[in-house]
């Protein structure tokens, strides 16, 4: 395939940003310009040369501009390919061959994302000869360039300087691209609409959160090193521009498949706390996390719960990191450091680790939207489980928590939300002292946190993900010196546990809700 010349272009956009720059430059190069609606408005408001559809297929816009595009001549000179059969048939038809097609379409995802949109405007905003021509055009990208993104219009004027039209190359990548954000488009419409029935004549919206078609669009952003192991190979797909989507990596090895699932395991946890803070994390399980004055004063109380475990680990903050706590990381080896912004001395000392990979990562607030897990033959969906603290905590035992003590419950049951179910976190108000994680019985998961632990544990508070099956965990913690315990409650045996917390007289308080964390 060659490069085509562009003669004649179709230009009808609902996002209208950086357009006149573009098609000044093509009628500056002869391109003649077929428009419709508000986009000629525009256009010729703007000084240029535009020719409305309408006179070029001899037919108006009907039903309110629904019918304008919608015709032979239009499609005609979108599909021809540039044989001497289908030019004298596109002639026949009083045709002339189209070969740019710029459009956006109706603006439906940003409606029925507005809490206010009715029905009426969601599917007054399904477009339909929009698609249409972006989907004719890039069916035949042999002979035509199809535009559906203005971040394309600057390339593209390049290329036709450059080049005297659009490669082949070009062609392709931009038909991809338009039938990517048709699939798009019309996912979702469906997933809307399958959030909308029909009762007593008139359309209404379903109850719940999951409508019945759910159609997933993610964009690729990088291939990974390996996945879970080497004989894997893996790559990393991106919803949108935020989050891990929008992470900047300043220096070090190529990430790999073990390194996002950490990086998204440290980052979580450190946007929950309270700053400044900092997470260590290995095999997405806390070694440790803390609060202090500086991120340098964080990290070395984070570090201490486990530094053993934190070899080869992920360290996190959520404020920013300096020159000193740079240096401080610099003395272990790491696999991944990252913050909301780096100041220019801790770059300049983390260069030194030429293998630590460097993650800049600005957005600190709650992950939005629907958590999802693979199962063999579909998708387990859920709904996030979001930061904070239970409204309704309930002290159960005879002893309330004294306010230090109080402060260490909400930091380890923070903390524990984080840790592979069974989950036994002990700590105090500045950070985690001993973490079990992943263990099948509770009582065992509180001994690892007792052995684990970097100091005596007398005094220290412990937070659980779910409830005490049995008193036995409760009393190896008293055994451990614990004075405090937060946990869901909800066991069949929560009379016998909290008997046996007045007997050791330790303070308990139920949250009345579960963070279970299995995969």
Known sequence: MKTVAIQRALISVSRKENLEGFVRFLTGRG?????????????????????DVASYTGSPEV?????????????????????????KDLERLGGAPI??????????????ASPGASIAEAIENIDIGGPSMVRSAAKNFESVAVVVD???????????????????????????KAFQRTAQYDGAIARHLSTIRMEGGELVRNGGTFPDFLPLFVHKAQSLRYGENPQQEAAFYREGDRFLGALKQYQGKELSFNNLLD????????????RPSCAV?????PCGAALGATPLAAFRRALQTDSLSAFGGIVAFNVPCDGEAALALSEIFLEIVVAPSFERKALEVLSRKKNLRVIELKDQDPFPGWDFK???GGLLVQTQDLPGLPEERKVVTKRAPTESETTALDLAWKVCKHVKSNAIVIGDAEGTVGVGAGQMSRVDSVKIARMKAYRDTRGCSAASDAFFPFPDGVEELAEAGVTAVIQPGGSIRDPEVIEAADRLKLAMVFTGTRHFRHG
């Open 99 to 112: 070969d740019l097609v710029v459009v956006n379409l109706y603006p439906f995802e940003r409606v029925v």
């Open 150 to 176: 203005p971040s394309d219009y600057g390339p593209l004027m390049e290329e036709i300087e450059r080049e005297g039209g659009v490669t082949a190359e070009t062609r392709l990548r931009l038909s991809a």
């Open 31 to 51: 391109v003649e310009v077929l428009s419709t609606g508000g986009t000629a408005k525009l256009l010729r408001e703007a000084g240029l040369p535009v020719t």
């Open 281 to 285: 994390i290995k095999h997405t399980n």
């Open 263 to 274: 990086l998204h395991g440290a980052w979580a946890l450190a946007c929950e706390l309270p």
């Open 63 to 87: 039903m309110e501009g629904r019918v304008k595009t919608l015709h032979p001549r239009v499609h005609g000179g979108i599909l021809a390919r540039r044989t001497e059969e289908h030019l």
């Open 374 to 376: 693979r199962v063999a």
